[in-house]
C-alpha cells in the first residue's frame, strides 16, 4: 500500500514539473513555460545599471538598462543596443554615435607590477552633443574612468584615466560600453 501511494504521489509530481505556467491564464500555450493573462499589468524586466552589471550573460538574456534608460537583449554572444526606441528620446540620439574600437589606443603600454597612470582613448563619429553617463572599468589591476561628459558635435574621443598596478604581463583588455555599443579595447 504505501509503495502505491509513493508511486502516485510521484507521477503526479513528473505531470506538474512538465507542466506549463500561467498567470491568470487558465491554458496557457503549450509552447511557453511561463505566459502572462492579465489585461492590465505588465511584464517587468530586471533594472541593472548598465550591461557590464550582468555577470556571465547568456544569449536570451533581456534587462532594462538604467544608465541608457531601454530594453536590451543578449543576442549572439553580446549586448544589443536600445531595443523598440525611436529617434525621440535624449538616449536614442546616443545610438547615433559609433565608437571607431579599433583606432581605439591605451597610451602608454602597462607593465606588470608597475604602478599605471595612463589613457584610454576611443574615437567616435556621429556625436550629437548629447551628455554620457560616467563609468568605470576594471580589467586586471586597473581602473579605467570616464567622467560625465558631452558628445561633441560630429566627431571626437571619449578619454578614460587609468590607474592602478596591473597583475600580468601581456595585452590587458578594457571590455567597454558606451553610446549602446560594446566593443573591446586591447593594450599592444
Known sequence: MKKNVFLLVTCCFSVLSFA?????????NASTDLELGSNNKT????????????????????????????VKAYQAGKWSK????????KKALNSLVSLS????T???SPVAGQAFNGTLTIP?????GETYEAQSIKANGLSA???????AMGSGSLLYHITGTPDRTGNITFNVTAAGTSCSVTSK
Open 20 to 28: 506549463q505556467v500561467g498567470i491568470k491564464k487558465d491554458n496557457p
Open 43 to 70: 511584464l517587468l524586466l530586471n533594472r541593472v545599471p548598465n550591461t557590464s552589471s550582468v555577470a556571465n550573460p547568456v544569449n536570451g538574456m533581456m534587462i532594462y538598462d538604467l544608465s541608457e534608460e531601454c
Open 82 to 89: 536600445c531595443l523598440g526606441k525611436g529617434l525621440s528620446g
Open 101 to 104: 574600437c579599433t583606432s581605439a
Open 106 to 108: 591605451i597610451s602608454p
Open 124 to 128: 567616435y563619429t556621429g556625436g550629437n
Open 145 to 151: 574612468a570616464l567622467p560625465t561628459g558631452r558628445f
